[in-house]
């Protein structure tokens, strides 16, 4: 295999490793600055291993082994693993210092394949497969090693490579299993718009290496990173052809069905869910929660309510946050008989409503007009501990006016002032503007004046609404008025 870089490698071989590194790189310039975490950032760092970074970023590099040799450190295993991830930015020092805390002993396989990583994700792809070729004589060569290989070629975007580097694999002892396979689709497939590269390798590769459901995941959440729902569907038919339904793919289901839903393909999502359950396979907690947020911030109880039913009855148990979320669309949407299923059924799955599940439906019912509901919802709130909030409780009391019904008003109005339910202003001026437009008159001088005497604030649009009722009931109303007036400019002064 032809393995070329830009830069030739031009420095002699560590001793008994074949291991080459690049002299035309400045290790004090890395290629992208700031690429990779450094000493300097990474928390934690040991004393041992900042003195040894420290020497590597600002030593010359004709001098790096001398001022290493010098500074008396010894460095164990750890200590060399913990300098190398922290030595990306600067990788041909990272080779000297590779070379000379070698000396004398041999390394372990995991400083090794540091070693292969660095130099494979800066790009340095020759001397990566010198230290491979070493690796090999010194029998620590595993799967982690091409794994890494795989990734620093996806990475650098020459695919073909990562896959030819699979393809030798077996000349350097290590197997190509369906881990393997696994391994390299997973690089290919994590990059954008490769999933069909590493589509190309599957089927190349499946007949003589059985995937499994892993296999399958990795390529459906390449087409949903990719939002890509027709070759989706035809990976997920190839799925359950080979495979069948096995309730273990949960990852591969959630793949699918988040590819439908972010390609607004509802009606499929749903229908897939039935299939699912009928076969006893179900997707996670976590898509429905990804799934519900996606429909709320579309508005689409209808898709909602079926996918919501199926998750229940599949056995997966909701929490508050998604019942509240669930609640919250169907109030929108005025789905009202779905919410208060749904509020019913909250305590039998150990999720009890607090005051804003309460709050939502009750909201909602005063926006529809439910006069009997909000009343007898009200008390129902009450009750459990969970507070109406102030602009509720002023909407409601506008509502119950409105629509005739001015007993269940003054109810709220005597809560909300028992309660001290802040702010009380509101709630007040919506009870003052009723009282006005069913013309009783005498009420609204009483309550305003009680109003006024709590020092709550009565609006200047309401008082303008007080005196055209006033003053339709002559001169004793003007005076009524005209006393308030002065009432209500005293007020304002205080």
Same mark, same amino acid.
């Given at each position: 295999?032809?393995?070329?870089?830009?830069?030739?490698?031009?420095?002699?071989?560590?001793?008994?490793?074949?291991?080459?590194?690049p +002299?035309?790189?400045?290790?004090?310039?890395?290629?992208?600055?700031?690429?990779?975490?450094?000493?300097?950032?990474?928390?934690?760092?040991?004393?041992?291993?900042?003195?040894?970074?420290?020497?590597?970023?600002?030593? $010359?590099?004709?001098?790096?082994?001398?001022?290493? +040799?010098?500074?008396?450190?010894?460095?164990?295993?750890?200590?060399v693993?913990?300098?190398?991830?922290?030595?990306?930015?600067?990788?041909?020092?990272?080779?000297?210092?590779?070379?000379?805390?070698?000396?004398?002993?041999?390394?372990?396989?995991?400083?090794?394949? /540091?070693?292969?990583?660095?130099?494979?994700?800066?790009?340095l792809?020759?001397?990566?497969?010198?230290?491979?070729?070493?690796?090999?004589?010194?029998?620590?060569?595993?799967?982690?090693?091409?794994a890494?290989?795989?990734?620093?070629?996806?990475?650098?975007?020459?695919?073909?490579?990562?896959?030819?580097?699979?393809?030798?694999?077996?000349?350097?002892?290590?197997?190509?299993?369906?881990?393997?396979?696994?391994?390299?689709? $997973?690089?290919?497939?994590?990059?954008? $718009?490769?999933?069909?590269?590493?589509?190309?390798?599957?089927?190349?590769?499946k007949?003589?290496?059985?995937?499994?459901?892993?296999?399958?995941?990795?390529?459906?959440?390449?087409?949903?990173?990719?939002?890509?729902?027709?070759?989706?569907?035809?990976?997920?038919?190839?799925?359950?052809?080979?495979?069948?339904?096995?309730?273990?793919?949960?990852?591969?289901?959630?793949?699918?069905?988040?590819?439908?839903?972010?390609?607004a393909?509802?009606?499929?999502?749903?229908?897939? /869910?039935?299939?699912?359950?009928?076969?006893?396979?179900?997707?996670?907690?976590?898509?429905?929660?990804?799934?519900?947020?996606?429909?709320?911030?579309?508005?689409?109880?209808?898709?909602?309510?079926?996918?919501?039913?199926?998750?229940?009855?599949?056995?997966?148990?909701?929490?508050?946050?998604?019942?509240?979320?669930?609640?919250?669309?169907?109030?929108?949407?005025?789905?009202?008989?779905?919410?208060?299923?749904?509020?019913?059924?909250?305590?039998?799955?150990?999720?009890?409503?607090?005051?804003?599940?309460?709050?939502?439906?009750?909201?909602?019912?005063?926006?529809?007009?439910?006069?009997?509901?909000?009343?007898?919802?009200?008390?129902?709130?009450?009750?459990?501990?969970?507070?109406?909030?102030?602009?509720?409780?002023?909407?409601?009391?506008?509502?119950?006016?409105?629509?005739?019904?001015?007993?269940?008003?003054?109810?709220?109005?005597?809560?909300?002032?028992?309660?001290?339910?802040?702010s009380?202003?509101?709630s007040?001026?919506?009870?003052?503007?009723? /009282?006005?437009?069913?013309?009783?008159?005498?009420?609204a001088?009483?309550?305003?004046?009680?109003? /006024?005497?709590?020092?709550?604030?009565?609006?200047?649009?309401?008082?303008?609404?007080?005196?055209?009722?006033?003053?339709k009931?002559?001169?004793?109303?003007?005076?009524?008025?005209?006393?308030l007036?002065?009432?209500?400019?005293?007020?304002?002064?205080?």
């Open positions: 295999m032809n393995h070329t870089m830009e830069e030739a490698v031009a420095e002699t071989p560590v001793r008994s490793r074949g291991f080459k590194y +002299s035309s790189i400045n290790p004090n310039k890395p290629p992208q600055p700031n690429q990779f975490p450094s000493h300097l950032d990474a928390p934690n760092v040991s004393s041992t291993a900042g003195t040894l970074c420290d020497i590597l970023t600002r030593t $010359s590099p004709q001098d790096i082994e001398s001022a290493l +040799s010098s500074s008396g450190i010894v460095p164990s295993d750890e200590c693993n913990e300098v190398l991830r922290l030595s990306y930015n600067y990788p041909s020092s990272a080779v000297k210092f590779f070379r000379w805390a070698g000396c004398g002993k041999k390394h372990p396989a995991h400083t090794w394949n /540091l070693m292969v990583d660095l130099l494979g994700k800066n790009q792809f020759e001397p990566m497969w010198d230290a491979v070729r070493s690796m090999k004589q010194e029998e620590k060569l595993s799967l982690s090693t091409f890494s290989v795989f990734q620093s070629y996806c990475t650098a975007r020459r695919f073909n490579e990562a896959v030819m580097s699979f393809d030798v694999m077996d000349r350097y002892g290590v197997k190509q299993d369906l881990v393997a396979v696994n391994s390299l689709l $997973s690089a290919l497939c994590s990059e954008d $718009s490769q999933t069909t590269a590493g589509i190309e390798f599957f089927n190349r590769i007949a003589k290496v059985s995937p499994d459901g892993d296999t399958f995941a990795i390529l459906l959440e390449g087409w949903e990173k990719e939002g890509n729902a027709a070759k989706a569907k035809t990976t997920f038919g190839e799925m359950v052809v080979c495979l069948g339904w096995n309730k273990d793919n949960v990852a591969a289901y959630d793949a699918f069905l988040m590819t439908l839903l972010r390609a393909l509802m009606d499929d999502v749903v229908l897939f /869910l039935q299939v699912m359950k009928d076969h006893d396979c179900f997707p996670s907690l976590k898509l429905f929660t990804n799934a519900l947020d996606v429909l709320v911030k579309r508005n689409d109880a209808d898709h909602a309510i079926p996918m919501w039913d199926v998750m229940v009855s599949g056995g997966l148990v909701p929490n508050l946050i998604m019942y509240n979320a669930m609640i919250g669309l169907l109030c929108n949407n005025a789905e009202i008989d779905h919410a208060f299923r749904l509020l019913d059924e909250m305590a039998f799955h150990g999720a009890f409503p607090d005051s804003l599940t309460y709050n939502m439906i009750f909201e909602c019912l005063v926006k529809n007009k439910r006069v009997r509901e909000t009343g007898r919802f009200f008390a129902e709130m009450v009750k459990n501990e969970c507070l109406p909030t102030s602009s509720n409780c002023a909407a409601a009391i506008a509502m119950l006016f409105d629509c005739d019904d001015p007993e269940a008003a003054h109810e709220i109005w005597s809560y909300v002032v028992e309660n001290q339910v802040k009380l202003d509101d007040a001026n919506e009870f003052l503007v009723g /009282l006005c437009n069913l013309s009783r008159i005498s009420e001088k009483r309550f305003a004046d009680d109003v /006024l005497d709590r020092r709550i604030n009565i609006y200047e649009s309401t008082m303008m609404i007080l005196k055209d009722a006033f003053y009931e002559g001169r004793s109303g003007r005076d009524r008025y005209d006393s007036h002065r009432r209500w400019k005293a007020h304002l002064n205080l």
